[in-house]
């Protein structure tokens, strides 16, 4: 094991690569990304093998309901409350390699290094591998391993929510043997790290490979229905129509209107799908359903962008001679992580000698969950051009490693504590 003069701990690059590359092969896509979306065969596999790792190192694996993994590298005081570092290996369609699966493997890679260094800490390490975090396979079922462990989603509603084809959570986490007997949620954690990729490009612009995440980006979202009427392409007059995708039109164009207006300021307003009825060529729709996003750093001007936004619903309402409903059913971000911890960080890559600097998450993240119930923060590392959600995606060990050595020893010293 590498110390350097200050007895600071590095990890083995080489290794943590090996264990990357390999994540590559299991859903690889056409491009050099990945399919591996949550609780498919593809899924499965990779948990298998993040199993195989663990069980092989001597660590115990245990499975919640909801299929979270829980690798653990036992403390010398089993009584105190483990230090937790969580991720996803799950991945988006056509997603890239190292969204999520890093902080999970890095997290592996602080294991293998404490065993290297022959290191024994006073609390249990755990490398959580959260079920579902990109949320693209099931409705209404966000970020569900973290959210329901941290009590902000219910189990059984979780296990009920299906995807396009009808198969439920439960169903399918049963198929891939990941129904674990461990009840989820409703224990202490000392501390929840998560090492992620920025998913944006500041720190390859300023040349700095670790971010410290001060806090999330005030996210909302809602959920639109756009109801109209059904009615022949042909001989339906103008005047006499209600077409519900008209009506969804004017929703995408006011949301995108809304962020132009503060993009000066870092806004994100976005519409990203819509089911469509009958969505059949020859007739007008007459039910559209959208989920759309907005975000801004400031919270009081994310609120003038969510007026803005209803306020404009009436007029889209008008012109299209549909009715719209929004609902703002879900809020996320707009969250400042625990200072201690965000301290530590910021304390342990100048102790390493790792240029960092704060940032804000403009992603939704499993830290974000966990933050409503442990302290936590979490380590940016960056990601070439910015490219994410894109099999694109791509990372070098050399911009990689200073951020893997921070979790590392902050990991390290809080399981000291
Ligand atoms: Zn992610």
Redesign the pocket.
């Known amino acids: 094991m590498d110390e350097i003069a200050d007895n600071s701990l590095t990890v083995n690059g080489e290794r943590l690569w090996a264990t990357l590359d390999r994540s590559s092969e299991i859903g690889a896509a056409p491009n050099g990304g990945l399919n591996r979306l949550a609780l498919t065969d593809e899924d499965k596999e990779m948990r298998d093998q993040f199993r195989a790792w663990a069980e092989t190192d001597g660590y115990s694996v245990t499975v919640d309901r909801l299929g979270n993994m829980f690798v653990r590298r036992g403390g010398m005081e089993p009584g105190l409350a483990p230090v937790i570092i969580g991720?996803?290996l799950d991945s988006q369609v056509n997603g890239g390699r190292f969204?999520?699966i890093l902080?999970v493997l890095a997290g592996l890679e602080v294991l293998r290094s404490l065993d290297d260094a022959g290191i024994a800490t006073r609390r249990a390490i755990e490398v959580v591998n959260w079920s579902n975090?990109?949320s693209v396979r099931f409705h209404r079922a966000t970020l569900f391993g973290s959210m329901a462990f941290a009590g902000q989603a219910v189990v059984e509603d979780v296990l009920a929510s299906t995807d396009d084809d009808g198969l439920t959570v439960g169903a399918e986490l049963a198929r891939i043997g990941y129904a674990g007997p461990s009840p989820v949620g409703g224990r202490v954690i000392d501390a929840n790290f998560e090492l992620?990729i920025e998913?944006g490009s500041k720190l390859e612009a300023a040349g700095i490979p670790v971010g410290i995440v001060t806090g999330g980006c005030p996210t909302a979202l809602f959920q639109i229905e756009v109801a109209g009427e059904n009615a022949h392409i042909g001989p339906t007059p103008m005047a006499r129509r209600r077409n519900a995708l008209v009506g969804a039109s004017e929703i995408v164009v006011l949301l995108n209107e809304i962020g132009w207006r503060h993009a000066d300021t870092e806004s994100r307003a976005t519409a990203t799908n819509i089911d469509l009825m009958p969505n059949k060529f020859g007739i007008i729709p007459h039910l559209a359903k959208l989920t759309v996003d907005m975000r801004h750093p400031d919270p009081d001007v994310l609120e003038a962008m969510k007026a803005a936004f209803v306020s404009g619903i009436d007029a889209a309402a008008e012109r299209s001679r549909c009715t719209i409903k929004a609902e703002n059913h879900l809020n996320l971000g707009g969250l400042t992580f625990d200072t201690e911890l965000v301290d530590l960080l910021r304390e342990t890559a100048a102790r390493i000698g790792a240029p960092a600097m704060d940032l804000l998450s403009m992603?939704a993240?499993d830290a974000y969950a966990i933050s409503t119930i442990a302290p936590a923060a979490m380590i940016f590392t960056p990601c070439k051009d910015g490219v994410t959600h894109n099999e694109a995606e791509d990372i070098d060990p050399a911009s990689t490693l200073p951020g893997v050595n921070v979790l590392l020893n902050a990991a390290l010293s809080r399981a000291q504590r």
Do not use: L
Request: glycine share 18%; no cysteine.
């Open positions: 991720s996803h969204d999520g902080g975090e990109e992620h998913q992603a993240h």
